[in-house]
């Protein structure tokens, strides 16, 4: 399978726990992208990398959230102390340059 | 008021029918991108704009940067076209806003 896989696809947690969630975008592509999207709404920005530079952060990201891409390839997206209002879909998306964008499956996150 | 702004929210037609989602964007962008998310789904890119018209089968997607709005055609509508189609624009500073959405329901 060559497109965005995102991993792992449901995630439930209790209040207070930390979690991770990982991004391997197409292999080539030197832009990554992190978004949240809850039920209606339509995808949230959150940060995104180009190779392994974190170039933005949205405000929306309390510093209980924090993204890394270390070698350029993969991306992790952690949560520390989760909160309900944590729960939503976490979406990574991948490009070249600023050509299309590729979505993978998404992370389903649920705080219980 | 959202940046992306997509209209309508919810779209309920019969099959056949001719349909049509607009999308209007208040800030300046490199680029235009139409997208469909199926229920339970990801999200599957159909159209990158950053100018005129392209076609792809019966998906239709044009833009007029001038008067920063976009439209989704979609012709002979199917019930397999029932999905949330959702316009994004990637701006200056290479950041992409989403619309939220419109909910496109196809009766047979």
């Known amino acids: 399978d060559t497109g965005v896989s995102q991993d792992p696809r449901h995630k439930i947690t209790k209040r207070g726990q930390n979690v991770t969630f990982r991004c391997d975008p197409i292999s080539e592509h030197n832009r990554l992208y992190w978004y949240r999207q809850t039920l209606g709404q339509g995808p949230e920005f959150l940060t995104y990398f180009q190779n392994e530079a974190q170039l933005e952060k949205s405000r929306l990201l309390s510093d209980r959230f924090s993204a890394e891409r270390p070698k350029g390839s993969f991306s992790t997206l952690e949560i520390q102390r989760t909160e309900q209002g944590d729960s939503a879909m976490y979406l990574c998306?991948?490009?070249?340059?600023?050509?299309?964008?590729?979505f993978g499956s998404g992370t389903q996150l649920s705080v219980l | 008021k959202n940046e992306v702004e997509q209209s309508p929210q919810n779209l309920t037609a019969q099959e056949g029918e001719f349909i049509t989602i607009n999308c209007s964007y208040s800030v300046g962008i490199s680029a235009l991108h139409w997208l469909q998310q199926h229920p339970g789904g990801g999200i599957v890119s159909l159209f990158m704009?950053?100018?005129g018209k392209k076609k792809h089968g019966r998906l239709i997607a044009t833009i007029n940067i001038q008067e920063k709005h976009s439209s989704l055609h979609i012709t002979a509508s199917h019930p397999r076209d029932s999905a949330v189609y959702i316009c994004?624009?990637?701006?200056?500073?290479?950041?992409?806003?989403f619309g939220k959405g419109t909910r496109l329901h196809i009766l047979p």
């Open positions: 994004a624009v990637l701006n200056r500073d290479d950041k992409i806003i």
């Open positions: 998306a991948s490009s070249f340059g600023t050509l299309k964008l590729f």
């Open positions: 704009l950053s100018s």
